[in-house]
């Protein structure tokens, strides 16, 4: 039996049109609505109607003077969810509002709006995540209106283990205020501990808006509509316990090439995992993430009790939680990535010149540079202080959750989730050294359980026309999502051609999935697949070289309507890209301006995406 149709929200529907979608939809069950939906997505996808989060707010046409304006841009979901949060408490408020994902956002409104809140995380170093590229870079550029009668406020999520901590939000923050528009109050700058900074900053748009607008008897929250997520119990803030099914190496023992070192003689570890999810309710797309709450090994507990001769057992109570030190270590903090505002304080305790001139701004690439090679042990060895547990655990950054892109469809595996996980496990400095979450994981035995949960990443599908072809590039474990690509293709019975570039190290110890990929090409579920080994010949290559030497075929695609997507690593990333500018520039025959511009349009119309870490 099927529940009743829900009552249809307001829509620029004629009666007729809402009355035949009422008929279409009325008896459906849940699966056939599922589908449903995401057909309809696929033809406003494909659409060059306006954006929906366009739709008629009650009593007509919201004017902007009305309407508070929320835009966010998010690589995680971090973001995203800080938007929807400030969202829901303004409609809660009685103000009109909409939210959009920056993507979606109509460039050409800019000049028009009144109250806008802008949620924006920075990728990397300084980077704008994917979905704000365009929109980042519409308002740094020479097409930006004048802002005089607009006021807004920015926040800024940032990671402060890179040196530019929230760049991209201190940018859109100072170029509003040079485009005339009104700082309504600071930016913030949030860390892995978003709430500190979030909180309070969503507290005050919040007062700023209410004073700002006309509170409406009718509120009403203008969303896009990207995907319809599946409810579940389970969710960012409250992880389900996967149980493991299979926890298999797929790369090779052992290689003495000019890795051997690096990763302590072993050569690399990559896990292919399986995990189920029956009865979690939780559902995936091909695209999407599995966040992973872990908890940190043993090794990297101990080394920190160790260099700073302190108790694990000493009990810690930090915002009225009270729980042993080794367990605050173990479950609440960050022990493998570093934070400017901890390293000052370390400075501090350690009365080290050489530590707090780092931090200085003129050795930024220094202050990088340590950032990407300690850990938070090495530091404690490298520069002794004496710390207190409870001082410790303050200083220390909040354990945040890891993201691995999901390598499998729910059409071919059913009620679990595929993971590819590269573990770090390396010498360095003298010790044995371990990834946080990868090192979790690979620890796990079948029948063990991790928490886990579904972070949506609707900019990374597969075409909506199934007649389309794709190309992925996806080196190391970036290739995980185009498994599940290729499954979903394959069992969605898509007639689009897939083109899979794949690269690594070596052949014999590196080459992901092998068996998998040689069986797809023998059953025509992969069309074609070009590899790069980069430490087989005395020459690296890699793929965007591979790239390079099929541009002619590459733009024949792309002219032909393909897909292309980009999984792995911000610098390959970045290669790759300046890769396609040469080669739509080359093939093409315009300048470069041009062949950004071709591939802006790409971006726009979602045949180009990127899921960089």
Not at 43 to 49: D, K, N, Q, R, T
Not at 362 to 388: I, K, M, Y
Request: charged content about 25%; glycine content about 10%.
């Amino acid at each position: 039996m099927t529940a009743a149709p829900p009552a249809l929200a307001p829509s620029p529907l004629p009666e007729e049109r809402k009355a035949l979608l009422a008929r279409v939809v009325e008896g459906l069950d849940g699966p056939s609505l599922w589908w449903l939906s995401g057909y309809a997505a696929g033809l406003a996808h494909a659409s060059p109607a306006p954006q929906p989060g366009l739709a008629v707010l009650p009593g007509g046409a919201a004017q902007a003077s009305q309407r508070l304006t929320v835009v966010y841009g998010s690589q995680t979901g971090n973001a995203r969810r800080e938007a929807e949060k400030i969202a829901a408490e303004a409609e809660a408020a009685g103000l009109n509002v909409r939210l959009l994902r920056a993507d979606a956002y109509p460039q050409r409104e800019l000049a028009g709006e009144r109250l806008l809140y802008l949620v924006i995380s920075t990728q990397g170093e300084g980077d704008p995540p994917d979905d704000a590229i365009g929109l980042v870079e519409f308002i740094a550029g020479k097409r930006a209106p004048k802002l005089p009668e607009l006021k807004y406020a920015v926040l800024g999520l940032g990671d402060s283990s890179y040196a530019d901590f929230c760049g991209i939000g201190r940018r859109l923050d100072a170029r509003l205020a040079e485009l005339g528009a009104s700082r309504l109050f600071a930016a913030g700058e949030a860390d892995l501990d978003i709430d500190t900074v979030a909180l309070p900053w969503r507290e005050q748009a919040l007062v700023q808006a209410r004073t700002l607008l006309k509170a409406s008897a009718t509120p009403s929250a203008t969303v896009t509509a990207l995907r319809p997520h599946a409810v579940s119990l389970y969710s960012h803030d409250k992880p389900f316990a996967a149980e493991l099914l299979l926890n298999q190496r797929i790369s090779g023992r052992e290689f003495k090439g000019v890795g051997f070192l690096k990763y302590g003689g072993i050569g690399k570890d990559v896990r292919h995992l399986e995990l189920s999810l029956q009865g979690s309710g939780l559902h995936y797309e091909p695209g999407d993430a599995l966040g992973v709450r872990h908890r940190n090994p043993g090794l990297l507990v101990e080394g920190v009790l160790q260099a700073l001769e302190l108790d694990g057992d000493a009990s810690v109570q930090e915002k009225n939680e009270a729980l042993p030190l080794r367990e605050w270590l173990a479950t609440r903090r960050e022990l493998t990535r570093l934070s400017r505002p901890f390293l000052a304080s370390h400075a501090a305790q350690s009365r080290s010149e050489q530590l707090n001139d780092l931090l200085g701004p003129a050795r930024n690439a220094d202050f990088t540079e340590l950032l990407g090679s300690h850990q938070l042990v090495d530091v404690l060895r490298r520069w002794p202080a004496q710390w207190e547990p409870q001082a410790l655990v303050a200083a220390l950054r909040p354990l945040a959750p890891r993201l691995y892109s999901i390598a499998s469809s729910r059409k071919r595996v059913g009620e679990e989730v595929h993971l590819t996980v590269d573990v770090l496990d390396y010498q360095a400095f003298g010790h044995a050294h371990v990834g946080a979450a990868s090192g979790f994981l690979s620890s796990l035995a079948e029948g063990d359980h991790a928490p886990v949960y579904i972070e949506a990443n609707d900019r990374f599908r597969v075409p909506a026309d199934g007649s389309r072809d794709m190309i992925m590039v996806g080196p190391g474990t970036g290739v995980a999502p185009f498994r599940a690509f290729v499954q979903e293709r394959a069992e969605t019975g898509a007639s689009g051609r897939n083109w899979l570039l794949f690269g690594a190290r070596h052949f014999n110890t590196d080459f992901l999935y092998q068996s998998e990929w040689q069986d797809a090409l023998r059953t025509g579920e992969l069309h074609r697949l070009d590899l790069a080994f980069s430490r087989d010949q005395a020459q690296k290559v890699y793929v965007q070289q591979r790239l390079r030497e099929r541009g002619r075929e590459v733009f024949d695609w792309l002219q032909g309507g393909a897909h292309f997507y980009v999984c792995g690593a911000i610098g390959m990333g970045k290669d790759v890209h300046a890769t396609l500018l040469q080669i739509v520039a080359e093939q093409s025959g315009v300048d470069a301006e041009g062949a950004a511009e071709y591939l802006g349009r790409l971006q726009a119309e979602g045949r180009y995406s990127r899921d960089v870490y």
